[in-house]
């Protein structure tokens, strides 16, 4: 792919070209590990073959994504004798490059690494841009860096491991890539057979890196347009946070994108038809996600931690129409009561 950070990123059509620049990429250094969690070390890492290395292995889960998994690394790295030549590769879904890019943008004051996104979730969103984290006191990635990996090698061929409900997690970035700036990549989903052939998920996630790439090569650092992506989040990640475990990111999000459709169509004359679209869109993939009425501002609570949020105000990215979206909209508290109250009364289409 094209453009400053872009370069980096190689979407692989065949094991030979996985295991080519697999080799090229990790030949220079001193040492390698790779960090996997249970499932990817079972079912991805054979396919890279006898890997010279110390493979680290954590448990899987989001819990998982936490200050002591990350002592974990930083402890087998030090008893390994990693210097700074040395080389992590993340090998996993969000979870882990997420964590494993955190653990190595730091380690030593930073070493290399290297994405291999095994998951929908991390082959389009969580492992391209160059943002690392870990959630702390049961608060989304509110630890982390930016840190951009050497390499991202996206090969969608370990997707046929991945469960289908964890696909279609993966499946609402894609969404939200469309709804925030795509309206044909938006019709182009509303007919993708999730259980499709693999030809059809290169052009997806294809499609969905070149339009996250396309925003952060404007804004690398998240200063203003950056924010665009995360439209679904600010309620998306309040819902995530209080509903761990047991709810997995994509669900999350899917929810939060309606909430956020409503308050973009009561601050932003976001069309009712567009509105209604969002909502008959996500509720034919995603289960309704329910908590009780009393539990409502706990949840919303965890609103306040969003790290967009400036002086005390809650500021949202808000959409003004399918494939147009503005960010550091100001949201009042009892817009986003309202928006729990449509989301969970809303039927399907
Ligand atoms: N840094 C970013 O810009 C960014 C963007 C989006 C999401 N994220 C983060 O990503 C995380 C969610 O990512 P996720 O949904 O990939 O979660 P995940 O890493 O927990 O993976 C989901 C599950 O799928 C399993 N798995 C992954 N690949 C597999 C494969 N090929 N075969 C079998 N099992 C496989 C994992 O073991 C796990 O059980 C969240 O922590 C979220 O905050 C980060």
């Avoid at 339009?211 to 952060?216: G, H, L, R, S, T």
């Avoid at 709810?247 to 929810?255: M, S, W």
């Avoid at 004359?269 to 679209?277: G, K, N, R, Y």
Wanted: proline share 3%; charged share 25%; hydrophobic share 40%.
């Amino acid at each position: 792919m094209q453009g400053e950070f872009s370069g980096n990123i190689h979407l692989l059509n065949s094991q030979e070209d996985l295991l080519r620049l697999f080799r090229e990429s990790s030949a220079a250094y001193s040492k390698i590990a790779i960090l996997t969690d249970e499932n990817t070390r079972d079912h991805c890492l054979p396919l890279l073959g006898n890997v010279p290395g110390t493979n680290i292995s954590i448990p899987a889960g989001e819990e998982n994504k936490n200050i002591g998994s990350a002592e974990k690394i930083w402890g087998e790295l030090l008893a390994a004798g990693f210097d700074r030549n040395s080389l992590l590769i993340n090998m996993g879904g969000g979870m882990i490059t997420d964590l494993g890019g955190f653990a190595a943008s730091v380690f030593k004051r930073g070493i290399d690494f290297i994405h291999v996104p095994t998951s929908l979730t991390a082959q389009i969103d969580a492992a391209i841009g160059g943002k690392t984290g870990i959630n702390f006191e049961e608060v989304k990635n509110q630890v982390g860096t930016f840190a951009w990996p050497e390499k991202v090698l996206v090969f969608p061929d370990f997707l046929k491991s991945l469960p289908h409900r964890e696909l279609k997690s993966g499946f609402a970035e894609a969404m939200k890539h469309a709804i925030i700036s795509d309206p044909a990549y938006w019709e182009f989903l509303k007919t993708f057979d999730l259980t499709t052939a693999n030809k059809e998920f290169l052009n997806l996630i294809d499609k969905s890196i070149q339009i996250k790439m396309e925003i952060v090569e404007k804004d690398p650092m998240e200063k203003k347009e950056r924010k665009m992506l995360n439209f679904g989040h600010s309620i998306g990640h309040a819902i995530e946070s209080f509903l761990q475990p047991g709810l997995l990111h994509g669900e999350a999000v899917a929810a939060g994108m309606i909430c956020e459709a409503y308050i973009s169509s009561k601050i932003l004359d976001f069309p009712l038809s567009a509105l209604e679209d969002i909502v008959c869109q996500v509720n034919k993939r995603f289960h309704k996600v329910s908590w009780e009425n009393h539990q409502t501002d706990r949840i919303i609570n965890k609103v306040y931690h969003d790290k967009k949020n400036k002086n005390g105000k809650l500021l949202f990215s808000l959409i003004e129409d399918i494939g147009s979206c503005i960010v550091e909209q100001e949201v009042g508290i009892d817009l986003i009561h309202e928006s729990f109250r449509f989301y969970q009364n809303k039927g399907s289409c």
